[in-house]
DNA sequence: GTTGCACTGG
DNA sequence: CCAGTGCAAC
């Protein structure tokens, strides 16, 4: 039985409910995360992500900005959230996921982050943003050194890092650029590799050399034409789970969804 | 030669240009007086009202909030504002209109009116918008008393007063609601009839048992179904100019004008 | 540049 | 419900 996880930075989930519900029904995933969803925990548009068949939810709102959630068609346990760098913003939520009897895999844990975009100046001693994203990176890697993060887990979001050189527009352009500069990408690689192994499982089905973003940001006039994008949105697993794969997907179409959509797209990783 | 007037609540004259300048086109009144107009004098669009036959303007505009403008096809002189109860917000603007040879009249004086709304307590002591209202009317009160108001004035606006029982859809519910309560309509009347003796040009020509309405709220979910709307705007003038009225027509289907409507519509009075 | 939210005023 | 401002964030 084929199983499939989605992310995406929806920026509003308020405002943007009528396409999460059309990507919802278009592409069918078993679980969905959601970034900057802007709102209370109370104001969370639990009604409708059931009504449309998503009546299980993690949410970890904040009022005005960042917020996280996991909507899913099976059961969340164990749901928590994590503080990095004690800024108390809401950039993460997990869950155990049971997908059930059908499915080849028994539970599986699903953290979804928010990492901190990181501002404009891609120094910590002067921008206090990018240091709170270096410092929730440096969290972030001896956490996953934990025993427990050895199996059964996927972690998705909006990381905020274009990692590889064919993950932005023009790596040359961009070294500078917050979101491609060494520090991080080397960052979110040692992380990827170091621990007990994450697999990207979305890059995995595009060669290296091909361009792949997620991202497109709103200043561009016309982002199609232009494509300047980047890859800030991943899907990782462990072994043991990546060995199930069966394709991933990133929904380019979805810059376009609406009048006002997202400057994110939804990313798709799926499982045999 | 016919003349007429109008006054219309824009709410926002920026964002609603487009229909402003379709009524005009439309119903060619001589001049136009706008309430909340919510810009400032610069911002105010007078190239497009130039373009459309209105280069003549009185603009009293302010930040953000209310502010209220005349645009006329004639020359206007003597432009001044006042202010009332000593608070500093753009509610009055006052032009001598000469209509030129063809005309019935000689120059009159027409003075446009954004009275306050008042808030939503009927309570002078508790609620300072209130008492910020009723002190408008009470030093309007006074000042129609003088003696250079006996003759050739017209006064419009968004009154936020509706005087008569048919003025809203249910006098009984709205005798406690600010816009319709004795305390407020008494003084408006007052101010009708004392002095040197208005005309209100526009109901002496529908009945006094027609319901007779130039705004219907934004919170009803269909306002045209409900009809549950008020006479807040108004056309006055003294009894030589009152002698010449030819008719008069609130534009109703207005408020039904473009995606994002006026909650008020015009209100034109005719002039043999 | 462009967005969404909080707030105020209606 | 609607419009403005001011703000933070990207």
Tied chains: 1, 2.
Excluded at 177 to 204: M, Q
Aim: charged share 20%; with cysteine; net charge negative.
């Amino acid at each position: 039985m084929p199983t499939s996880f989605a992310t995406w930075n929806i920026n509003s989930v308020r405002l943007r409910l009528p396409i999460v519900l059309d990507f919802l029904r278009q592409y069918d995933p078993d679980v969905l995360c959601l970034q900057e969803i802007k709102c209370l925990n109370d104001q969370f548009p639990r009604n409708e992500f059931t009504a449309a068949g998503y009546p299980h939810h993690a949410v970890h709102g904040q009022k005005g900005y960042h917020g996280v959630a996991i909507v899913s068609k099976h059961p969340l346990t164990d749901i928590s959230s994590r503080v990095f760098f004690e800024i108390e913003e809401s950039r993460h939520v997990s869950a155990l996921v049971d997908l059930g009897q059908g499915s080849v895999f028994g539970p599986l844990t699903v953290h979804n982050f928010y990492i901190p975009a990181g501002g404009d100046l891609a120094d910590p001693e002067l921008n206090p943003k990018f240091k709170h994203k270096l410092g929730f990176l440096s969290e972030l890697k001896s956490w996953f050194g934990e025993d427990h993060f050895r199996e059964r887990q996927l972690i998705c979001g909006d990381f905020n890092i274009a990692p590889l050189e064919h993950d932005v527009w023009s790596h040359k352009q961009l070294l500078d650029v917050v979101s491609h500069t060494p520090i991080e990408t080397e960052a979110l690689n040692a992380l990827l590799s170091g621990g007990h192994g994450w697999v990207d499982v979305v890059r995995k089905y595009f060669p290296a050399e091909e361009k792949l973003y997620s991202w497109w940001s709103y200043r561009a006039k016309d982002w199609q034409a232009a494509n300047k994008g980047r890859r800030l949105d991943h899907i990782w697993t462990t072994a043991d789970i990546a060995a199930h794969t069966a394709g991933a997907e990133i929904i380019k179409p979805a810059r376009g969804w609406s009048d006002k959509p997202s400057d994110h797209v939804p990313v798709i990783a799926r499982f045999a």
